[in-house]
């Protein structure tokens, strides 16, 4: 995992307020996305944004620099986000997702209900209102894990250590995540 | 010789990307000749490109934004150094 600026990690330690404030300023737009990529709306997203940064000044201290600051910030976050939602059902070990892949082919491994071509036209408001509404219909870990992946373009090594989850189940939760959004857009009919 | 649905459980989980050669080598060649595969693959990438997309285009309000980063900045400068919590 790479490593960060030994000098930067100095200052958080020392909590000097240039270098928390280089960090503010280099990943507030980034957490406040994930926030919105996790399903909250602007104003959620913004109190999940503040609040992991303040939490971040308050135990900068014991930042040891031994994962990046991205990381550490996103950790951060997740809990934050968990927290702001306490109470919402847990992923269920078994997830009727796997269920409706399966059934998708036939005994030898064939497709018996063949994908369809998506469309071209990636940009109509159409297709942004139907992936919104298939990703609220996505639980939570696994909607976290393909939006780190695929908008945040984290490794996975580092979505691993944000999520706290080994690589195996990291790969079980983007198909999940994939094959739920692929069968809901599917449903909304996406060759348009 | 891989099963579509072999095929579609690698490109899902992401496995493809820690493959080694001889499976990419499969993987590429199923998608070769089957047309389902392909679209499937297509699907695949459109997910990842229509949520980058969204999450980029709605940004939440801009100069809220703002308002937070200039907070946030205010509390650094107030904050950090200031009151060391465990001192």
């Known amino acids: 995992m790479a490593r960060e600026d030994p000098q930067l990690v100095a200052g958080i330690r020392a909590r000097e307020p240039a270098a928390l404030e280089r960090v503010v300023r280099a990943y507030l737009k980034q957490i406040e996305r994930a926030g919105r990529g996790a399903g909250l709306d602007a104003h959620q997203a913004e109190e999940v944004a503040q609040a992991t940064f303040v939490t971040f000044i308050e135990t900068a201290h014991r930042f040891e620099g031994r994962s990046t600051v991205r990381t550490w910030l996103f950790g951060i976050f997740f809990r934050k986000l968990q927290e702001a939602r306490r109470g919402f059902a847990r992923d269920r070990q078994l997830d009727d997702v796997d269920e409706v892949f399966e059934s998708r082919f036939d005994p030898a491994g064939h497709w018996s209900t063949p994908p369809r071509a998506p469309g071209s036209d990636l940009d109509s408001q159409a297709i942004l209102d139907d992936i919104r509404d298939c990703l609220g219909q996505t639980p939570e870990r696994q909607r976290m894990a393909f939006v780190l992946k695929e908008v945040e373009e984290l490794s996975t090594d580092e979505i691993c250590n944000i999520l706290e989850i080994t690589s195996t189940n990291l790969g079980v939760m983007l198909f999940r995540a994939r094959n739920r959004l692929r069968e809901c857009l599917e449903s909304k009919g996406l060759e348009r | ?87």
């Open chain 2, 1 to 87: 010789m891989l099963s579509c649905k072999e095929v579609a459980t690698t490109l899902a989980s992401g496995e493809l990307e820690a493959s080694g050669p001889r499976r990419r080598l499969a993987v590429w060649f199923h998608l070769l000749i089957c047309a389902y595969c392909r679209a499937y693959a297509r699907q695949m990438r459109m997910l990842g490109e229509v949520t980058r997309r969204l999450l980029g285009r709605e940004v939440a309000d801009p100069r809220a934004l703002d308002r937070l980063e200039r907070r946030l900045v205010e509390r650094c400068r107030t904050l950090g150094r200031a009151g060391d919590p465990d001192g």
